[in-house]
């Protein structure tokens, strides 16, 4: 799970920053770097031990992500670049993206 440093607050979770990072229109980016970061860990966890090849790792989407035209070009980039077989990336839906219209 992402955690947010705040100079003040400390670690933040998720769910005291995501609706902010979504009403900035900042979630994409984030999102892209989540992506990006889940997929070079589980890539670096295969390099150092071959038995979790067979592993997975999970990131949610936001609504902004799932309205993004560059999502599935990211996504296919991000396993690609780091050898990583697509079925070993499981894209999540949060609940937020089914109760939006």
């Known amino acids: 799970m992402v955690r947010l440093e705040h100079p003040e607050r400390g670690l933040l979770s998720p769910y005291q920053f ?13 999102g892209r770097w989540v992506l990006d970061e889940a997929c070079r860990a ?3 966890w ?3 031990d071959p038995g979790a090849a067979e592993f997975a790792v999970s990131v949610n989407l936001s609504v902004a992500q799932l309205l993004d035209p560059d999502l599935v070009p990211h996504v296919a ?7 990583l077989p ?9 609940e937020s993206v089914l109760s939006t219209d």
Do not use: F, Y
């Open 18 to 30: 995501i609706s902010l990072a979504e009403e900035t229109g900042s979630i994409s980016k984030i």
């Open 42 to 44: 589980l890539a670096g």
């Open 46 to 48: 295969v390099a150092d």
């Open 77 to 83: 980039a991000a396993v690609a670049n780091c050898g």
């Open 86 to 94: 697509p079925e070993r990336l499981h894209l999540e839906v949060t």
